[in-house]
């Protein structure tokens, strides 16, 4: 580009002295060439200058768009910088609140477990009063089973007394009546020494068993048939225990007890513990309970075993319900549920038990 401007510098500079020596044609060349230089001078531009001068306003554009960027890079960066500031007085805030948190659960946990340990003392002391609870209920029952054996015990001697006392009205001899009364002395005394109550038993404070002054005593029409048992045995024991339970089934239980007396008296086989089962029977119809609470002693003291050892047991505690004795009567239905629970009569205890 230099070359042709200084070409076209000297051909100007020499031309007033070339004008009256040059020809036409010379004259016309350089005019040519002339046009050529200014068409190249042109054409340099165009292709030159222009796509500089493009180049330098698309950089500029460019400058303007990376100086708006880099104003957004700055803000964006003091938006960052704040909201790092904050962030850090947030987290100060949050480990804070974190450190505090932690400090009230540790508490909260040691209180818990203080507590938890409280309620375990608590729990031992309970369980170890619970067991003792225990001993004296398991004592206590034992007290009442002993203290209603003895009633058992009491009212057989007040059958036997009664007894003796319904033999003793018969005409005897002033002797025999002595020896009577010393033996009744005698068989009181020994009862009572028998059924002198535990330390256990007097705590209980079951009432003892009321025995009716007019059921000790056999009436009057029933002496005849106390002395009927001699025609009876003549008959087979099988006669016998059906004679009775007809009669029984008839509601005849005071003609059908002595007949079920002998049976009982004179048989150690089933049928024997069947007829003492009966004599209980009659005696609970006729509403002499104490009585029937002595028959059915003797079934479940002398024959544990047997299959109306339930049935006596379950009656044994309906006559105490009888004689308004509910506390024996409630430690019987238990013993029966204890020792007989797969017995048909331990489902009546149980329904009885829930009454009392």
Do not use: W
């Amino acid at each position: 580009m230099k070359k042709p401007f200084i070409s076209f510098i000297l051909i100007v500079a020499t031309l007033p002295f070339l004008v009256q020596c040059a020809s036409q044609s010379d004259v016309a060349e350089l005019r040519y060439q002339l046009r050529i230089v200014n068409k190249k001078l042109e054409d340099m531009k165009s292709s030159t200058v222009d796509p500089l001068q493009k180049r330098q306003a698309a950089a500029t554009g460019q400058m303007d768009q990376l100086e708006k960027e880099i104003l957004e890079f700055k803000s964006q960066l003091e938006e960052t910088y704040h909201l790092n500031q904050r962030l850090k007085e947030e987290n100060k805030d949050l480990q804070a609140s974190i450190s505090n948190v932690a400090q009230e659960s540790a508490a909260k946990r040691e209180d818990t477990l203080r507590r938890v340990e409280e309620l375990q003392r608590e729990k031992e002391a309970m369980a170890e009063k619970l067991n003792a609870q225990q001993e004296s209920v398991k004592a206590i029952q034992e007290a009442r089973v002993k203290d209603a054996e003895r009633k058992a015990k009491e009212a057989a001697l007040n059958a036997e007394l009664a007894k003796k006392r319904t033999q003793a009205v018969s005409p005897t001899t002033p002797q025999t009546e002595d020896k009577s009364n010393a033996t009744i002395q005698s068989e009181k005394k020994k009862a009572k020494k028998d059924a002198a109550p535990t330390p256990a038993q007097e705590t209980t404070k079951t009432p003892p068993v009321k025995v009716d002054p007019a059921n000790t005593q056999e009436k009057p029409a029933q002496t005849p048939q106390a002395s009927s048992p001699p025609a009876a045995s003549s008959e087979q024991p099988d006669d016998n225990l059906k004679k009775a339970q007809k009669l029984f089934e008839k509601n005849s239980f005071a003609e059908a007890l002595p007949i079920f007396k002998q049976i009982a008296d004179n048989s150690s086989s089933n049928e024997g513990v069947d007829a003492r089962y009966m004599m209980g029977e009659c005696l609970f119809n006729q509403k002499e309970y104490d009585k029937a609470i002595m028959q059915y002693q003797k079934i479940i003291s002398q024959h544990s075993g047997h299959a109306k050892a339930p049935a006596a047991m379950l009656k044994q505690g309906m006559a105490f319900e009888k004689l308004a004795d509910k506390e024996t009567a409630k430690v019987i239905y238990k013993k029966l549920l204890k020792k007989h629970a797969s017995a048909p009569e331990a489902a009546k205890a149980q329904e009885n038990l829930g009454k009392l």
